[in-house]
């Protein structure tokens, strides 16, 4: 079993960084989590064909990860495959598809008006609750609860196969029952949104920068918990992601070493774990 880290960064556009998502293949099949900007550049990166883009698992609804869902929904279809493109995600996944498909109607109507015969792209979508998502050939997908409120339900999904287990958090504050879920874990990838590198701008919602960073602070992981969660999971191996474009990674690894006394890895685009 193995995961890429397509997309590290978080809801700010970063050169460095594309938006969340993680590859996880086990044997010949492989998954993707999240479909955060710039998915689908990164699995071609990754050595993945549109015609072949994986199931989706979407962790929750805030953009920074569902936005490349129509990108590959469609991209997919353009390079030739017909099968139903596979989406599971919390309540809301259905009706999103179904907005995606209608905004890309047009799109979908000029293409096929000069393609021979060609069925107009579809999706299957599986609305997920905690527990299995899927279980077949010795693999088994589990999706838990994360705190990310207001965002309900918001995911985290424990993949278990080939005697291994992975374990991606999703967006979520220090949660116990990701803890719970993660025990043992051979690896976690854990979010660490570090809001003190947040932007502020007249008009986005919170009268200041301080109310802006105590509030998002709050549905987040910052450094200083990192550890904390990594050592409650009895995780093997830390790998962190969802960066700011601030965030120093030799710092959030320092931070993370203060309370976890395994190794942490700081993620880039494109890292193997
Ligand atoms: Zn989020
Ligand atoms: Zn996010």
């Not at 997919?76 to 596979?86: D, K, T």
């Not at 116990?176 to 007249?202: F, K």
């Not at 960073?213 to 992601?241: E, N």
Request: net charge negative; charged share 25%.
């Amino acid at each position: 079993m193995q995961a890429i880290l397509l997309g590290t960064g978080a809801p700010p556009p970063n050169p460095r960084r594309r938006g969340p998502a993680t590859l996880v293949t086990i044997g010949d099949r492989r998954f993707l989590v999240d479909a955060g900007s710039g998915a689908g550049a990164q699995m071609v990166q990754a050595g993945v064909r549109p015609w072949d883009w994986p199931p989706v698992l979407v962790t929750h609804h805030h953009s920074d990860h569902t936005i490349d869902l129509g990108h590959l929904l469609i991209s997919r279809w353009i390079a030739g495959q017909n099968r139903p493109f596979e989406v599971y995600g919390p309540a809301g996944t259905r009706a999103q598809m179904d907005r995606l498909l209608a905004w890309l109607h047009l799109d979908i109507e000029l293409r096929r008006a000069h393609m021979h015969d060609r069925p107009p792209p579809t999706a299957e979508v599986v609305e997920v609750e905690e527990g299995t998502v899927l279980e077949r050939d010795g693999l088994r997908i589990s999706a838990f609860l994360v705190e990310h409120d207001p965002v309900r339900p918001a995911f985290g999904y424990r993949f278990d196969g080939q005697g291994q287990t992975i374990v991606v958090s999703g967006d979520t504050r220090p949660c116990e029952n990701l803890m719970r879920w993660a025990q043992g874990t051979d690896v976690l990838i854990h979010e660490c949104c570090e809001m003190r590198h947040t932007s502020w701008y007249p008009g986005c919602g919170w009268p200041s920068i301080e109310e802006k960073i105590r509030d998002l602070a709050s549905y987040h992981t910052q450094p200083d918990d990192l550890g904390r969660v990594a050592a409650g999971a009895r995780a093997k191996r830390l790998v962190v992601t969802h960066l700011m474009p601030g965030s120093d990674p030799g710092e959030l690894k320092a931070a993370a070493e203060r309370q976890y006394r395994g190794p942490v890895s700081v993620g880039e685009d494109l890292l193997e774990v």
